[in-house]
């Protein structure tokens, strides 16, 4: 569910000039969201509010809690920042130290992870050979990210995660105040609508490419992710590991690829 994702604050604004005027700005709201599990508290987000369905749903996902769609009975919201998932009949999930507890910022994703040896083998590698895309789909994902984001040219401070077919077309777009909940936002409607594994699709990112943000795509089969700013070296030794293909630095025309390249279509 999209909720407003936009405050407006009185400011003063100091202009070229030196004069002083008093005026409105609108601002990224930043809220707590609580993922239940039935009654057990799993983690706390700081998140965007809106499509926090979503987000839970990719935050199970990327956690390797659930592997599937059939494993979630229900997806239920209140009105005091929670969201309850109830798994399906028969459903059981092991929860582990590589599990996030506690409170998650909105800059970091991974805090609270004691393990990431643990988050290393709870995916496979990616196996695809045959996904390719050509040059000029790439240089054109960072205008279309643009032209799907609804609140950042209002704000300037929130981020976007963008699902493209190989062909540049966008299929889902989700924005949040972290990068990692708008991949979880993206992922968990792809989840929620059973077209998981996406092992023919570009993740594209409004920020860095953290290892987060490259573990994520693995959760969700993806082959290709692209990143607008610079990775880590966490993110690209781990997605050498898993045979992803990392591209960063995406400033038409220009772009780093640091791990597979033969899925880039050079000529």
């Not at 030196?18 to 700005?25: F, K, M, N, R, S």
């Not at 699902?163 to 990692?180: C, M, Q, S, Y």
């Amino acid at each position: 569910m999209k909720e407003s994702s936009i405050d407006s604050q009185k400011i003063t604004w100091r202009k070229r000039d030196g004069e002083l005027e008093y005026l409105p700005d609108e601002l990224t709201i930043e809220e707590p969201l609580e993922i239940r599990i039935g009654r057990k508290t799993l983690a706390t987000t700081m998140r965007t509010p809106g499509h926090d369905d979503e987000l839970a749903a990719g935050f199970l996902v990327s956690e390797a809690i659930v592997r599937g769609s059939r494993e979630i009975a229900g997806i239920s919201e209140t009105r005091d920042n929670v969201v309850i998932v109830d798994l399906a009949a028969g459903v059981k999930v092991k929860l582990n130290s590589a599990q996030r507890f506690g409170t998650i910022s909105s800059s970091c994703g991974l805090c609270g992870k004691t393990s990431i040896d643990a988050i290393r083998q709870n995916f496979p590698a990616i196996k695809s050979a045959n996904v390719r895309t050509d040059i000029e789909t790439l240089l054109s994902l960072p205008e279309k990210l643009r032209q799907a984001q609804s609140d950042f040219a209002r704000t300037g401070g929130i981020h976007a995660a963008g699902i493209f077919d190989l062909n540049g077309a966008p299929k889902i777009v989700r924005e949040d105040i972290g990068r990692h909940n708008a991949v979880d936002k993206a992922i968990g409607r792809a989840f929620l609508d059973d077209q998981l594994p996406l092992d023919r699709h570009v993740l594209l990112v409004s920020g860095r490419a953290s290892f987060e943000i490259v573990q994520k795509a693995l959760a969700a089969g993806i082959p290709i992710v692209v990143a607008v700013s610079a990775p880590s070296t966490l993110a690209v030794d781990f997605a050498r590991e898993n045979n992803q293909t990392l591209i960063a630095f995406l400033r038409p025309p220009c772009f780093n690829i640091y791990s597979r390249i033969e899925r880039v279509i050079l000529a």
